[in-house]
């Protein structure tokens, strides 16, 4: 089984790749590496929407992939979601595409610049009807989530974000990981451990390693099935 593994950073998926045995550098994003059954491509895309466009669509060019996951920390916007626990992000969507009219905000649909069902979008969401077959998986949290430019930290446009979208939580590449798979038709996933609370930006409230923690340990699990 030929797999495409996604993330940010090396730093989310370190505890993996230190498992993994190395075959071949493809190129400056991509390396290839062998787990038991599977054949499993990395791609790092850096941080941000742009770059995991860009490189996803390059990938999914070059290559053929039973299955595709994208694999992250992130921010909640919800309190009872405790820190460190891993979720599967099932639709997400680009809450800054639009235009701002004085204290109002006009999506692409307000502005008739996108089709309600406009594949891959359905009412504006990127909404993942082709999850990949795993229990572990199946076991997660499903949530909504956005992908943003900026992370937010300021009280006025957290609550606007929380009224406008209801979501769960908020990255910088997910909803771009899932745009290029569905509109490849690949099977794929978005899992998400949460780092910290969704508010004025405070790092010492942050728990990046027990997220990575966790978030690695689901991933291990993914490939023992």
């Given at each position: 089984m030929k797999v495409l593994i996604t993330s940010a950073t090396t730093l989310e998926i370190?505890?993996?790749l230190e498992t993994l045995q190395f075959e071949a550098r493809?190129?400056?994003?991509?390396?290839?590496?062998?787990?038991?059954?599977?054949?499993?491509d990395?791609?790092?895309?850096?941080?941000?929407?742009?770059?995991?466009?860009?490189?996803?669509?390059?990938?999914?060019?070059?290559?053929?992939?039973?299955?595709?996951?994208?694999?992250?920390?992130?921010?909640s916007f919800q309190r009872d979601i405790p820190i460190g626990e891993v979720l599967h992000v099932t639709s997400d969507q680009f809450p800054e595409l639009g235009a701002e009219n004085g204290e109002y905000f006009l999506s692409l649909l307000d502005l008739k610049l996108l089709?309600?069902?406009?594949?891959?979008?359905?009412?504006?969401?990127l909404i993942n009807e082709n999850p990949v077959s795993s229990s572990t998986i199946a076991r997660l949290k499903t949530v909504r989530a956005i992908t943003v430019n900026t992370i937010s930290g300021n009280e006025n446009k957290i609550e606007l974000l929380k009224?406008?979208?209801?979501?769960?939580?908020?990255?910088m590449e997910g909803a771009a990981f899932l745009y290029a798979c569905l509109s490849e038709g690949i099977p794929c996933a978005q899992l998400r451990a949460v780092s910290n609370y969704v508010e004025p930006r405070d790092t010492k409230k942050w728990n990046?390693?027990?997220?990575?923690?966790?978030?690695n340990h689901t991933i291990l699990s993914i490939l023992h099935e």
């Open positions: 370190k505890p993996l493809l190129n400056a994003h991509l390396t290839r590496y062998k787990y038991q059954k599977y054949k499993i990395i791609l790092i895309t850096g941080v941000g929407m742009v770059p995991t466009a860009f490189l996803m669509g390059q990938t999914l060019q070059a290559g053929k992939y039973d299955a595709a996951l994208n694999f992250g920390i992130a921010g089709e309600e069902n406009c594949f891959p979008f359905k009412n504006g969401e009224n406008r979208f209801n979501p769960a939580l908020e990255s990046i390693p027990l997220a990575i923690e966790k978030l």
